[in-house]
Structures are given as C-alpha cells and as structure tokens.
C-alpha cells in the first residue's frame, strides 16, 4: 500500500528553454522557468516604489511628475501582477489523464488559466519530436544552436507545439534526450504513438571523434607540463 502511495506521487521533472514540463501519474505540465519571474518582480517593484513615491511627496513633486508616476502605475502594475501569477501559478500547456484532453494556456494576460486549444485523447494522431538539426545558414554551414520542438499531430493533421528546447549543437544530443523523454511521456499517457527525433549517424561519428580530438588534447598538454 505504502509502494503505491509512493507511486502516485512520483514527479519528473524536465527542463526546457525557459521552462520545465512537470511528469506525474495523472498529468502532465509545462510551466515557465523561474528565471522568468525576474521581468515581472522588477515591476512590481518599481510599481510600489512610485505609489509611495506619490503618497509620500504628492505635495511637492510637479504635476507633470505625479501623471507619470501614476501613468506607469496604471500600465506596469497590472502587468507585473499578472506576470508574477502567470509564472507563479500558470501553465503551458497540460495534459491529464483523468480528463483525457490536452490543454494549451493563453499565457500571459491570461494567466496561464484560460483555455486556448482544447484536444481530446480521440483527436491525438501521434505525438512527434523534429528539429532544425541539420538546416543550413546562407553560407552553407550548419547552425550554431539548434531547436529541438515536441509536437502534437492532430488526426486532420493539424500539427501543435507543445514544447521547445533551444540548445548550442555540441549539446544538442543532451537537449534532444529531453525532448525525446517528454514526448514519450506524453504518447505514454495519451495512449497514441510517438516517433521520436534522432541525430543522423554523420553527426554521431563527429561527436566522437570531437571526444577522442578532446581527449589527445588533454594528453598532448599533459605530456608538454612534463
């Protein structure tokens, strides 16, 4: 009993580009990254800080100078709340089990509360990981960074984004693990198929060999210090 109470609790947790997908038994959730709590603390305070700078010194600051502070009361206090319950308390997008949908969030103004695509488990096709891995820029080399994307693909083929992970290439193996664990995940608890993304044998022969370059480095410094 014990083991399957320790069971339902368990939680993964998988960081994403400024944000992180919460794994749990009945659902499943991608939230924004703390970092981004950062812009709207900042408002908030500063907000406060001009509503007392209005009650404290209404007598003797200029006019012009009170219509500005209580302007950007007006615009930035709205905003900073709304940012700090957003990211405090909203999500992405959701998933659960027990209602058999998937939900994405309006985000921002909304929360992260308000419904703004609603799938049912029935209307899920598959779930799918893809990437800009081997695109090119206009000189022809490949990109720095690369974006990994974890999609959902409706059964009339409309395809959703559920996630991204944005990452520097010498990592982009790590970055699509994560991505890969999210979307089984998600195939896991919706019951639909997942094709999941890959990096092209090409790119594998030269992360080793990027490793073995590493490591004759290490033993050509090591050798010249003796």
């Not at 059964?155 to 290439?169: F, G, K, P, Y």
């Amino acid at each position: 009993m014990n083991e399957a109470g320790s069971a339902s609790t368990t939680r993964q947790r998988i960081p994403l580009s400024r944000a992180y997908a919460v794994i749990s038994p009945d659902q499943i959730l991608v939230k924004p990254s703390r970092s981004v709590l950062i812009g709207p603390a900042i408002q908030a305070t500063l907000t406060v800080a001009a509503c007392f700078a209005i009650v404290r010194w209404m007598d003797s600051l200029p006019l012009w100078v009170l219509m500005l502070l209580l302007l950007f009361v007006i615009i930035a206090g709205p905003a900073g709340v709304l940012g700090l319950v957003y990211n405090l308390l909203g999500s992405a997008f959701i998933m659960e089990r027990k209602k058999g949908t998937c939900r994405w969030q309006q985000g921002f103004l909304g929360l992260g509360l308000g419904t703004r695509e609603l799938v049912p488990f029935p209307r899920i096709d598959h779930i799918e990981v893809g990437g800009d891995f081997e695109d090119e820029l206009g000189s022809g080399d490949l990109q720095d960074v690369v974006r990994w994307e974890v999609r959902l693909v409706k059964d009339n083929q409309r395809v959703l984004e559920v996630t991204s992970i944005t990452q520097a290439r010498r990592l982009s193996d790590e970055s699509l693990e994560r991505a890969n664990a999210l979307a089984s995940a998600l195939g896991e608890m919706c019951g639909k198929p997942v094709t999941l993304g890959t990096i092209p044998e090409w790119a594998l022969e030269e992360f080793e060999d990027g490793d073995t370059d590493d490591l004759d480095e290490d033993e050509t410094i090591e050798e010249s210090e003796e």
